[in-house]
């Protein structure tokens, strides 16, 4: 179930403007006619952002999905806000974003590379489960509706923390057990 839609411009560089006709803009309405109160065909400043895809900076609006059934067309603000949150180097948006690991050596962080931080994970947990068993894995981890595998930001580290090297032991950020915070994860049948 997709409760925001990923809408990008037609691939166009951002030096290139889309059009008025269906065919030309990526909402695929008639942009030449005034537009009703609640048309789809709209989205608020934080829904929109410039990102690269490819190697080219290319337009990038995510917004509700007024079909969703969890949300009604409606966001949160957090939601809302997922196109702002990207990282852009055209708009300047979230440059505080890690693009490399970083790893804790010599009393500082320092920028590493992606084998270089895989490998000092897989070797501490090789450590931690030769020494003291499986059930001695503990993770602390961020999650808002990705740790567990989810599909926001943190689906990745789900991945590797429930699939690869089947962690039982965990809690989220800001509780003492992994149990969602994810609204509307009840109504959707996730059950936590």
């Known amino acids: 179930m997709h409760c925001w839609l990923r809408l990008q411009g037609l691939q166009l560089a951002v030096n290139k403007q889309g059009g008025t006709a269906p065919s030309k803009n990526a909402f695929g309405v008639d942009l030449g006619k005034q537009q009703d109160a609640n048309t789809e065909a709209w989205y608020a400043p934080a829904m929109y952002n410039v990102v690269q895809q490819d190697g080219k900076d290319v337009h990038l609006v ?14 949160s603000i957090r939601g809302g806000r997922m196109a702002e949150n990207q990282y852009s180097k055209v708009r300047g948006t979230q440059q505080q974003r890690l693009t490399d690991p970083l790893v804790w050596r010599y009393g500082t962080w320092v920028p590493t590379s992606w084998d270089d931080a895989l490998d000092l994970v897989a070797r501490v947990t090789a450590k931690v ?38 962690i039982k032991n965990c809690r989220i950020h800001n509780r003492p057990a992994y149990n969602s915070e994810v609204h509307a994860t009840r109504d959707m049948g996730v059950v936590s």
């Open 129 to 166: 489960v030769v020494d003291k068993g499986e059930d001695e894995l503990f993770v602390s981890m961020f999650d808002h509706g990705g740790s567990a595998g989810g599909y926001e930001n943190t689906w990745g580290t789900g991945k590797l923390y429930f699939d690869s090297m089947k």
């Open 62 to 75: 995510i917004k509700p999905d007024v079909g969703c059934v969890v949300n009604s067309g409606l966001g």
